[in-house]
């Protein structure tokens, strides 16, 4: 199941000519549906610079969000897993907002003020793209941005990776 999150609601505006869809082969192949997304999610990117798309449990695996269009003005994009949609998207969209004038996360920075109860994120380099269908998708499968994770912790504040975290590797993939 797939969920888009708009930074501000969606008017409705003529399909973008910078964006063309060169993942897509439209033919009677694709479906009416995805294409339709597809046109919706390059309009948002045009409109607002990027998109996040949310992609919910399937009880076999965690939630994930992730940008999709942010490498044309950041030159990466960012990815959050294991949290809801709608808390991932919002932290996704908090972060691009305060890495914006800046040039953008560095390897295990510590991030205070985008998580509830003063927990920090730690930010890291994504080692596979092969979760970011919808990027190649609408990007083409050249396009290969940097994506960088930002991890929360457990109650106690340890991360994914440190030796005493409780959280068992499932909860919050490393991508």
Same mark, same amino acid.
């Given at each position: ?6 930074? =501000? ?7 973008? /000519?910078?964006? +063309? ?15 339709? !997304? #597809? ?10 610079? !990027?998109?996040?798309?949310s992609? &919910? @449990?399937?009880?076999? /695996?965690?939630?994930?969000? !992730?940008?999709?269009?942010?490498h044309q003005?950041?030159?990466?994009? #960012?990815?959050? @897993? ?45 080692? /596979? #793209?092969?979760?970011? +269908?919808?990027?190649? &998708? ?8 940097? !994506? =960088? ?13 440190? &030796?005493?975290?409780? #959280? ?8």
């Amino acid at each position: 199941m797939f969920f888009v999150h708009h930074r =501000w609601r969606r008017s409705v505006i003529s399909a973008p /000519s910078a964006i +063309s869809l060169t993942g897509v082969p439209m033919d009677s192949d694709r479906s009416d549906f995805m294409t339709s !997304y #597809l046109l919706q999610m390059a309009r948002t990117i045009a409109e607002h610079g !990027y998109a996040v798309q949310s992609v &919910a @449990t399937d009880g076999y /695996s965690a939630p994930y969000s !992730y940008t999709i269009g942010l490498h044309q003005s950041h030159g990466y994009e #960012l990815v959050m @897993t294991g949290l809801s949609p709608r808390v991932s998207s919002g932290v996704l969209r908090t972060l691009a907002d305060r890495f914006a004038d800046s040039a953008g996360p560095d390897p295990d920075i510590l991030l205070g003020g985008v998580l509830a109860g003063g927990f920090q994120v730690r930010m890291r380099l994504v080692e /596979s #793209l092969e979760n970011f +269908s919808l990027l190649r &998708a609408i990007f083409g499968d050249d396009t290969r941005p940097p !994506y =960088w994770q930002a991890v929360w912790p457990d109650r106690f504040g340890m991360f994914p990776g440190d &030796a005493a975290c409780s #959280l068992s590797p499932g909860v919050q993939p490393r991508f």
